[in-house]
């Protein structure tokens, strides 16, 4: 089993920046695709940006240019850095881990999930 622990969330204006962490801890060896997801209240699950063992990456168009995923294998953690933050962004992100390579979109993909944290842009 494997379990991801998120932590970074919090209030934030419009135009701030936070970075999201996520932990892997269990059987996280066998862990290839790493990704983030948010939902917003009445929307669905969508993905946000992903990473994988060999460095791919996935962006949704939305926060390309914004958002920036990392990696650090030593620490089994995963980071989100979101600049120029907007009120759309607003939502409860996840963090998911699979075995495979695929890099979403669907989130059916994904085994292992994080609790989530919340992330509200608001002036």
């Known amino acids: 089993q494997v379990q991801l622990v998120e932590s970074g969330g919090g209030l934030v204006q419009p135009g701030g920046s936070l970075r999201l962490s996520c932990a892997a801890s269990?059987?996280?060896?066998?862990?290839?695709?790493m990704a983030w997801y948010r939902q917003a209240p009445g929307k669905q699950r969508e993905l946000v940006a992903g990473?994988?063992?060999?460095?791919?990456?996935r962006y949704a168009d939305s926060v390309k240019g914004r958002f920036t995923i990392s990696r650090d294998f030593a620490k089994n953690t995963v980071y989100l850095q979101m600049n120029s933050l907007k009120h759309e962004d607003t939502a409860v992100y996840y963090c998911a881990a699979h075995q495979g390579y695929a890099l979403g979109p669907t989130a059916d993909l994904f085994d292992y999930w994080g609790q989530g944290t919340q992330v509200t842009v608001s002036s």
């Open positions: 990473i994988t063992t060999d460095g791919s990456t």
């Open positions: 269990g059987s996280s060896f066998v862990i290839n695709a």
